[in-house]
């Protein structure tokens, strides 16, 4: 019989436990809900030609530095581009060679498109 006892005690406090957990008051702040954090979007690629790449990417960098006085780097000096600065606003997409080419943005002369490998 004490068993009995002892297992309702319990029972009875689990119940009244979870109630008070689940029973909240109408002016309790909501609990934030953790958000997933976002996988960025790959940027699209173009197949182009070497030749086509560097002229598209001339152009892009003579667009993007008029419009904004930078280069599309990550710090706005010459250097490796930063092609979320440029795809889609300033070129379809990133050309398709770019990681056996890695284009820069030159520092002489400044501005001009230059390769770091030969493609």
Not at 58 to 77: C, K, S, V
Not at 85 to 95: A, E, R, S, T
């Amino acid at each position: 019989m004490k068993i009995i006892r002892i297992a309702v005690i319990v029972f009875m406090g689990t119940l009244l436990l979870v109630g008070a957990a689940c029973g909240g008051g109408g002016n309790a702040e909501p609990t934030p809900t953790p958000t997933a954090t976002a996988t960025p979007t790959p940027l699209p690629t173009v197949v182009m030609s070497c030749e086509a790449a560097r002229d598209a990417i001339q152009e892009a960098l003579i667009d993007y530095h008029n419009e904004r006085g930078e280069w599309p780097t990550a710090n706005g000096e010459p250097g490796d581009i930063e092609w979320t600065n440029l795809v889609p606003d300033f070129m379809k997409g990133i050309p398709s060679n770019d990681s056996k080419c890695e284009w820069w943005v030159n520092s002489d002369p400044k501005g001009d498109v230059c390769l770091q490998n030969i493609c």
